[in-house]
């Protein structure tokens, strides 16, 4: 049985430790409402463009049981990571490709750098 999780990319961390082709792409997205993403793969729809994500929209098909990718797809505008980096925060992921997660259930670091008063939050911006 396969899970599917799609979200806009508010910010996304590039989590990677090393250069693509070696390690597999590790990105932690927030999703919104407190929603995170943790993914960790070499799915290859996935790989970033430079100082890039591929897109601010992403869709992942996972193995419930394990969490492995079967698919992934990314759509729209190119997106830069967030700053500040949390690769030495964050340094190990989920044990599973795919891991949905609220902000509570992240590392104390990361919330904190997550929060603090350089994050990259997006500001909110109604439409009439």
């Not at 989590?15 to 799915?43: A, H, K, M, Q, R």
């Not at 100082?51 to 992403?58: A, Q, R």
Request: charged fraction near 25%; proline fraction near 6%; glycine fraction near 8%.
């Amino acid at each position: 049985m396969c899970v599917e999780y799609r979200c806009q990319v508010r910010r996304i961390w590039d989590l990677t430790e090393c250069v693509p082709g070696c390690c597999p792409n590790s990105y932690l997205i927030d999703c919104g409402d407190n929603e995170f993403l943790v993914i960790e793969t070499s799915e290859r729809s996935l790989n970033k463009c430079g100082d890039l994500f591929p897109g601010d929209s992403v869709s992942v098909r996972v193995l419930a049981a394990v969490g492995d990718v079967v698919s992934a797809s990314v759509t729209g505008h190119p997106t830069a990571f967030a700053r500040p980096s949390l690769r030495d925060a964050y340094p190990g992921l989920s044990g599973t490709e795919v891991r949905a997660c609220r902000i509570s259930e992240l590392p104390n670091e990361v919330q904190r750098l997550i929060d603090g008063p350089d994050n990259n939050k997006m500001q909110q911006t109604s439409h009439g």
